[in-house]
């Protein structure tokens, strides 16, 4: 009697961060190591269920991709034979923080792993505008001290 084969799909087990505008690789893979190739992939953000990246029968399926990731998303095919469903995403942004599901499956199997994506802003992208309103209000404050110090010191 032949059991069809068990699907298990890891995740990192950890957050994976990024920086907005930089490229990033979200880990996944099936265990034990199998080739993925023929498998159904599929990359989906957790709290819309939408669709980030589709893979099936050897291809990349755009149809149901959300409109943010259209051109930014590439399954690193190298990989799957190995059991790898690895995801890159090209120019991160903002909106791109949060869970992803990478579900896999076919006939007989299916099973997901979450992977957690952390995009830090630089700095400047982080600010909120009163914390530069703040700032900038701090340094006229400190120049015009400074200034009136110096006037009052020169009579």
């Known amino acids: 009697l032949h059991c069809p084969a068990q699907l298990r799909v890891v995740g990192p087990g950890h957050p994976v961060t990024a920086t907005v505008g930089q490229d990033v690789v979200l880990p996944c893979h099936l265990s034990p190591q199998r080739d993925a190739r023929s498998l159904e992939v599929r990359w ?5 269920s939408e669709t980030v990246h589709h893979y099936r029968n050897g291809e990349d399926l755009y149809r ?3 409109g943010a990731y259209a051109g930014r998303t590439e399954l690193l095919r190298d990989g799957l034979s190995a059991g790898s469903l690895d995801l ?8 791109d923080d949060g869970l992803y599901i990478c579900t896999v499956g076919d006939a ?3 099973d997901e792993a979450t992977v957690h994506l952390e995009v830090s802003a630089p700095f400047f992208h982080n600010a909120q505008p009163w914390m530069v309103a703040l ?4 340094v006229l404050l400190a120049v015009s ?3 009136g110090v110096y006037l009052f010191r020169k009579q």
């Open 44 to 48: 989906i953000r957790d709290s819309i």
């Open 64 to 66: 149901e991709q959300m």
């Open 88 to 95: 890159r995403i090209t120019g991160l942004r903002p909106s």
């Open 108 to 110: 007989v199997a299916y």
């Open 135 to 138: 700032a900038l209000v701090l």
């Open 145 to 147: 001290i400074g200034l």
